[in-house]
């Protein structure tokens, strides 16, 4: 089975960076997607970025884009997300999930733990 554990999140300021990584392991680097998804408590998850294995093809929330960046390391098996000028509205909980096909994660999906991420002054 699909097993994924992210790590990374913490405190941190307005304007300030921030990089998540997500441990994989029963992966097979092929051509499904893996990408972040995030989500306040009472609101609706919302799809963050996607990369496919396919053809390095990457997708970004409308919100993140030019903020944020999403890579895969088949070598560590880990994806991470490199996050730049942080704003308070990016506060939530970032979970890594697979597959995705752009702003699409099924819900038959796998999906980590969850990592928090507070942007605070």
């Known amino acids: 089975q699909v097993q994924l554990v992210e790590s990374g999140g913490g405190l941190v300021r307005p304007g300030g960076s921030l990089q998540l990584t997500c441990t994989t392991s029963?992966?097979?680097?092929?051509?499904?997607?893996i990408g972040w998804m995030r989500q306040v408590p009472g609101e609706e998850r919302e799809a963050v970025s996607c990369i496919s294995n396919g053809d390095g093809g990457t997708w970004y929330a409308d919100s993140v884009q030019g903020r944020f960046t999403v890579s895969v390391d088949e070598a560590k098996n880990t994806v991470t997300l490199q996050m730049k000028s942080l704003k308070p509205e990016d506060t939530a909980v970032y979970y890594c999930?697979?597959?995705?096909?752009?702003?699409?994660?099924?819900?038959?999906?796998?999906w980590g733990q969850g990592t928090q991420v507070t942007v605070s002054s």
């Open positions: 999930a697979t597959p995705c096909v752009q702003n699409y994660f099924p819900d038959f999906g796998s």
């Open positions: 029963g992966m097979t680097w092929d051509h499904y997607g």
